[in-house]
């Protein structure tokens, strides 16, 4: 059985949109796009990402998310380990507009409701899916207590506008801190898992 983790970068306010260039995700106007792009290449955060995702993951995002990926990164230079791994993992996409064949390879349309598609690759496969960006995934994941671990770069910085991880109207979740440490950029990587209590 594999485990949902989601890996996020995060204002202290909770914003979610557009981290690496300012082009990224401008929806409803937002202009402060790139904010967390400076921090990116830290060392600490790096090898955090690494052991998160673990040897045996795939890669698990929206229509959005899995779009920017694949403008952006089949056209790095190589060497890049990260260009490399994104590449040739294997990639489950949940959206309703887009049909295959998809074009970036071993990318996987999910049929259906993302929420049930992704609760079903959860009892199939036994390596992580690793969730990044993909917002609207993530909230609908949420509700039906899929994720099974949130590992959120928190940068020091408030925004005061932007897409949040979390919605007004989530469900009440409790979380458990099972790890943290902080990047010499002062970004605070806080890892979470549901906690019954």
């Known amino acids: 059985m594999s485990k949902v983790v989601v890996i996020e970068h995060l204002t202290l306010d909770g914003v979610m949109q557009g981290p ?34 673990g040897s045996s993951w795939s890669l698990l995002v929206g229509r959005t998310t899995y779009e920017d990926f694949f403008k952006i990164w089949p056209n790095q230079p ?4 990260f260009t490399e791994a994104l590449n040739n993992v294997e990639k489950f996409v949940a959206s309703t507009t887009l049909s ?4 970036w ?11 049930d598609a992704v609760a079903k690759l959860k009892k199939e496969l036994d390596k992580n899916l ?3 960006g993909s917002g ?20 020091p910085l408030v925004l005061g506008k932007g897409r949040r991880l979390f919605l007004d109207g989530s469900p009440i979740t409790h979380l458990r801190l099972v790890d943290s440490v902080t990047t010499g950029t002062g970004v605070m990587i806080a890892t979470y898992r549901p906690s019954t209590c």
């Not at 609207?136 to 940068?155: A, G």
């Open 100 to 103: 295959e064949p998809l074009p």
């Open 136 to 155: 609207v995934l993530v909230q609908s994941l949420m509700k039906r207590n899929l994720i099974d671990e949130y590992v959120l770069q928190i940068h």
């Open 130 to 132: 690793v969730v990044f």
């Open 20 to 53: 690496a260039r300012p082009d990224e995700d401008t929806r409803n106007g937002f202009e402060y796009g790139g904010w967390g792009a400076e921090a990116g290449n830290d060392p600490v955060m790096l090898k955090v990402l690494g052991a998160s995702m």
């Open 78 to 81: 190589k060497p890049n380990p």
């Open 105 to 115: 390879r071993n990318s996987t349309l999910l049929k259906g409701d993302a929420a």
